[in-house]
């Protein structure tokens, strides 16, 4: 199989390497872990993120003696956020029998992923999955490190009532679960608010002229667009609007945070707004990991530490459950905790959801952002 290179703000890493099924004896003294997540495709820098938070975790837990003694292999799957690919990727994961997958990325993927994990007694931890209907489905296996669409929606719907009250705002999505769910969410808190929309609307993802939907924006004279979807539309919406000479500020949500939003809008990107979870890289749980990262010339932004996270929680629950059993882990996870992690303390509920999730605003100001004050 060949190893697929990516780049990381800059950096070149090497794909972790893939453990051939002819390793009997190998395999009997490791065991395996994943992360899926787009490798390539519009979304390839959030799985480049999360595949340098996995890479990490690994390199680390095998540096301390591993977990029950075992040292871990990681196994790569590449679902490029499509939901067809991504069913692919967990069943291929699944016959290489690994007891926990970190992903998917997208919510279009992790929904369709967890009923095979399921069916196959894989547990997932999504890093970054935020569709409520991941974990609704009350499965035994799905698990997220990061908030969930209704609470990122009912913090940035707030807001935007609030801050824009008498402006005239467009919400925009993409049709994802991931895009729509959040606009969706978004809509709600900000009617609930009570400040309504003058344009709903839906755009095609991927895209590169957009300007037959910022004619229509521009006519109804939008003061605000929210955009639920993802950078690279995010950024050509925005920019194309201020081509065609609109005075707006762009909000969008968790999908923005990557330094190729700032690539693509250029400097129709300042100003914009986008809710995420307070910078986990300045947190001072995370300094010594921070530190290794930064050591490798990588900067852990993004969902780079919300993946190690997952993995953290995985291997202690694993030693307190004295096993690697994907139930019995699930269930510790549920029942014990907080677990301590790069991002702070987390515990579950039922669900497997986070039970404090921590959304702010996020400001990009010449060429980066960063959280509002």
Not at 188 to 196: D, E, P, S, V
Request: proline share 4%; hydrophobic share 40%; net charge neutral.
């Amino acid at each position: 199989m060949t190893i697929q290179r990516r780049t990381l703000l800059g950096a070149t890493v090497a794909a972790p390497t893939i453990l051939t099924a002819g390793a009997a004896l190998a395999q009997a003294r490791t065991i395996r872990i994943a992360m899926a997540g787009p490798l390539t495709g519009a979304n390839a820098t959030f799985g480049a993120q999360m595949r340098e938070g996995a890479t990490q975790l690994v390199t680390d837990l095998n540096a301390a003696g591993g977990v029950l003694g075992q040292q871990l292999v990681l196994e790569t799957g590449d679902d490029a956020c499509d939901p067809r690919q991504a069913v692919s990727v967990a069943n291929q994961l699944a016959g290489r029998q690994v007891r926990v997958v970190l992903g998917h990325y997208c919510s279009g993927s992790s929904i369709p992923a967890s009923k095979v994990y399921t069916e196959e007694g894989v547990l997932q931890i999504s890093p970054a999955s935020t569709n409520p209907a991941y974990t609704d489905s009350g499965a035994w296996n799905t698990f997220r490190t990061c908030g969930r669409d209704d609470q990122q929606g009912a913090v940035a719907g707030k807001y935007i009532a609030e801050t824009y009250r008498g402006r005239r705002v467009a919400v925009l999505h993409d049709n994802s679960a991931y895009g729509k769910g959040l606009a969706d969410e978004t809509k709600k808190a900000m009617n609930a608010a009570g400040l309504t929309e003058q344009i709903y609307a839906a755009y095609t993802p991927g895209e590169r002229d957009y300007n037959a939907v910022i004619s229509r924006l521009k006519a109804a004279n939008v003061d605000v667009i929210y955009v639920g979807g993802y950078h690279t539309e995010a950024g050509l919406i925005v920019r194309q609007a201020k081509e065609q000479g609109m005075n707006v500020t762009l909000i969008g949500g968790d999908a923005l945070m990557t330094n190729e939003f700032w690539q693509i809008s250029g400097a129709a990107g300042e100003g914009t707004l986008m809710t995420f979870s307070s910078d986990p890289r300045k947190r001072p749980t995370a300094a010594e990991v921070v530190a290794r990262f930064r050591a490798r010339n990588i900067d852990p932004e993004g969902f780079a530490l919300y993946t190690y996270a997952a993995g953290q929680i995985w291997a202690e629950a694993a030693k307190k459950a004295n096993t690697v059993d994907p139930r019995r882990v699930a269930e510790t996870m549920k029942s014990s905790g907080p677990w301590q992690t790069v991002l702070g303390p987390i515990s579950f509920d039922r669900k497997g959801d986070v039970t404090v999730p921590d959304y702010v605003f996020y400001i990009w100001k010449n060429g980066s952002y960063a959280e509002m004050s």
